[in-house]
Antibody, heavy 121, light 110 residues
Framework: QVQLQESGPGLVKPSETLSLTCSVSGGSITSNYWSWIRQPPGKGLEWIGHVSYSGTTNYNPSLKSRVTMSVDTSKRQLSLKLSYVTAADTAVYYC???????????????WGRGTLVTVSS | QSALTQPASVSGSPGHSITISCTGTISDIGDYNYVSWYQQLPGKPPKLIIYDVNNRPSGVSNRFSGTKSGNTASLTISGLQPEDEADYYCSCYRRTSIVVFGGGTKLTVL
């Protein structure tokens, strides 16, 4: 079955760029929309945005100026970049799949295990 | 402050039922049926338990059910079991093509 696995540095310095990758295995990446969602320690979930296999994106307005998402279909990977990070960006970052094949369904039926990113000098 | 409002905690006894509310606005829950619910066990990623207000994914117990009235959605868990103890999050599409979440509700099974 399809599995998602996030990877990237666990520690990022303030003002630098956080870069994460989500590897998709066991299924196609050339369908669906793919979201990034984060969860600060002990807190709730926040949708960062999503990207389609064709590169169409929608971002949370609160993060839009700092976020870039992309898809590399040849590597079956999703990418998240968040620039100018601060301590408030410390969180577990998840990639997740929207199950829709045509239009967006706006829910997430498959999640990666998440990766903790700490912003600290 | 989360976009959708949930109670911080609820509790119930085994075998009983509980309901978790999720209040939004006319821009999200009030105007769209894209309401979903997730269960999160400690140290685990969220798991989808309800989508499109009242639909259960394959494999999710029929003890979980969802409803919506006006700007408020609700998740009901009937026949509470100890393994239901977890955090629960609601989510909804919001006008202008974004997803918003509730702040989460911690369910304690007494």
């Amino acid at each position: 079955q399809v599995q998602l696995q996030e990877s990237g540095p666990g520690l990022v310095k303030p003002s630098e760029t956080l870069s994460l990758t989500c590897s998709v295995s066991g299924g196609s990446i050339t369908s669906n929309y793919w979201s990034w969602i984060r969860q600060p320690p002990g807190k709730g979930l926040e949708w960062i945005g999503h990207v389609s296999y064709s590169g169409t994106t929608n971002y949370n307005p609160s993060l839009k100026s700092r976020v870039t998402m992309s898809v590399d279909t040849s590597k079956r990977q999703l990418s998240l970049k968040l620039s100018y990070v601060t301590a408030a960006d410390t969180a577990v970052y998840y990639c997740a799949r929207d199950p829709s094949k045509v239009v967006v369904d706006w829910y997430f039926d498959l999640w990666g295990r998440g990766t903790l990113v700490t912003v600290s000098s | 402050q989360s976009a959708l409002t949930q109670p911080a905690s609820v509790s119930g006894s085994p075998g009983h039922s509980i309901t978790i509310s999720c209040t939004g606005t006319i821009s999200d829950i009030g105007d769209y049926n894209y309401v979903s619910w997730y269960q999160q066990l400690p140290g685990k990623p969220p798991k989808l338990i309800i989508y499109d207000v009242n639909n259960r994914p394959s494999g999710v117990s029929n003890r979980f059910s969802g409803t919506k009235s006006g700007n408020t959605a609700s998740l009901t868990i009937s026949g509470l079991q100890p393994e239901d103890e977890a955090d629960y999050y609601c989510s909804c599409y919001r006008r202008t093509s974004i997803v918003v979440f509730g702040g989460g509700t911690k369910l304690t099974v007494l």
